[in-house]
């Protein structure tokens, strides 16, 4: 019962790079709630420019990050980032609206920061994703707080926790907790079950 926000273009990608992004959205912080192991496998869902990917990476330095995206636009510029920077374990992936293309029970988290809104079929695609963790694999969701209408977001841009928490649970995540250090975004948690229930 929601309805689904338009995937922004490549043509606005200089938005995802904006400065304000520091101040607002702190990355750092985030990366540091993630509280990543220097081997992780990262799935960054809606990569974008790379944003977080290069951030992440860093971080994970025997580890890699899946940049994933489904416009190929988006993905040249990773690669271009990628080779100018001399980064190595960031990988770029080319997803579709149903299927992040993933290889099964290999990532350790998946990160989607203003993503999930915007998934033109969030269930298949969570589904993959879903398929895609380790068992005890996490996923994280930073979205807009729809619950506050004084942020200045369009409502179709935003997420209640409710929300988010109802359509992980309908794809089998277990909800670990909600962060609220962001001045403007919930940072919310969610888990893969270590094995499946026979």
């Known amino acids: 019962g929601r309805e689904i926000a338009k995937v922004m273009g490549h043509t606005e990608a200089l938005w995802l790079e904006r400065p304000s992004r520091q101040t607002k959205e702190q990355p750092q912080q985030v990366i540091e709630a993630l509280n990543l192991k220097p081997t992780d496998i990262v799935a960054d869902i809606g990569a974008g420019t790379g944003y977080f990917s290069f951030r992440i990476s860093p971080r ?3 580890g ?22 001399n980064v ?10 149903t299927d992040p293309n993933l290889p099964e029970e290999t990532v350790d988290l ?20 879903v398929r895609s963790l380790k068992p005890g694999g996490r996923v994280v969701l930073v979205e807009y ?18 929300q988010a928490r109802k359509e992980m649970k309908a ?28």
């Open 88 to 97: 190595t374990n960031v990988e770029p992936i080319l997803g579709s609206t």
């Open 171 to 198: 794809v089998g995540l277990k909800w670990l907790e909600t962060k609220k250090f962001l001045p403007q975004q919930h940072l919310m948690l969610f888990q893969k079950p270590l094995k499946s229930a026979s």
């Open 110 to 129: 998946a990160l989607m920061v203003d993503a999930y809104h915007e998934f033109a079929y969030p269930r298949e695609m969570m589904s993959g994703i």
């Open 145 to 162: 707080r729809r619950e506050n209408p004084l942020i200045p977001i369009k409502a179709l841009h935003k997420m209640t926790q409710r």
């Open 64 to 85: 890699r990050v899946l940049a994933v995206d489904i416009q190929p636009e988006m993905l040249d510029m990773i690669e271009f980032l990628k080779t100018e920077n």
């Open 60 to 62: 994970v330095p025997q």
